[in-house]
């Protein structure tokens, strides 16, 4: 059974810090890897995809590959209220299909 | 602006009674997918299409059809709803694979009664 885990949180961290986002997956041969954010009642946007391993930056957002470790991380610096969402990991394991985490829900206080 | 757009936002149907979710696309992407979404769990994929090709999931119930008429438009029927199928129903749209991610719909909320 291929799996993505997160923790569920709730992360709860003060406006202005950074909000660490953590996810495992199984199959070792997945090869795209995806952050979504979700709002209470939304349905999921796509706000990051990293292929390689390493770091890839867009805007206050940091999306960490880390195939040997099959551990993906989003980093939100300066973190907003507006920033407070569920944030589902998604992963890729080839084809169409993608499998999704149940997310972590993050809290930004003001 | 190019988008996928789903209806209703909100159903309400009756225990048993078959009811239809609809899906549209001005993206032109080939892929068109099912999510179920149930609180504070993960989407899970009911099935997809690639152009006219059908893909069902292993474990998604008979309960649960799909059709696709044309690129632009896809539709779940539910023919019996129960009680357990309330949750949010996402459509999403790719184009080729699945590597750039995916973009969705709205979702649909179904409430069971």
């Known amino acids: 059974q291929k799996e993505v885990e997160q923790n569920s949180g709730p992360l709860s961290v003060p406006e202005g810090a950074i909000a660490s986002l953590n996810c495992t997956y199984s199959?070792?041969?997945?090869?795209?890897f995806f952050w979504y954010r979700q709002y209470s009642g939304k349905s999921p946007e796509l706000i990051m995809f990293?292929?390689?391993?390493g770091d890839k930056e867009d805007g206050r957002f940091t999306a960490q590959l880390n195939k040997a470790s099959q551990y993906v991380s989003l980093l939100i610096r300066d973190s907003q209220p507006s920033d407070s969402a569920t944030y589902l990991c998604?992963?890729?394991?080839?084809?169409?299909?993608?499998?999704f985490g149940a997310g972590t829900r993050l809290f930004v206080k003001a | 602006d190019a988008m996928v757009i789903q209806n209703p936002r909100y159903q309400v149907t009756q225990f048993g009674k078959p009811v239809t979710l609809s899906c549209s696309q001005t993206l032109n992407h080939n892929v068109m997918y099912w999510y179920q979404q149930k609180s504070s769990q993960a989407p899970k994929l009911l099935f997809h299409?690639?152009?006219?090709?059908?893909?069902n999931e292993a474990d998604t119930p008979d309960n649960f059809q799909s059709r696709r008429p044309n690129t632009s438009f896809c539709f779940l029927d539910i023919r019996s709803p129960g009680l357990g199928d309330a949750a949010m129903y996402l459509c999403?749209?790719?184009?080729?694979?699945?590597?750039?991610?995916?973009?969705f719909g709205s979702g649909t909320r179904l409430t069971v009664v």
């Open positions: 990293i292929y390689s391993n």
């Open positions: 199959d070792r041969g997945s090869q795209s």
């Open positions: 999403a749209t790719s184009n080729q694979g699945a590597d750039d991610g995916y973009t």
């Open positions: 998604a992963v890729n394991p080839g084809g169409f299909k993608t499998i």
């Open positions: 299409y690639y152009d006219k090709d059908f893909n």
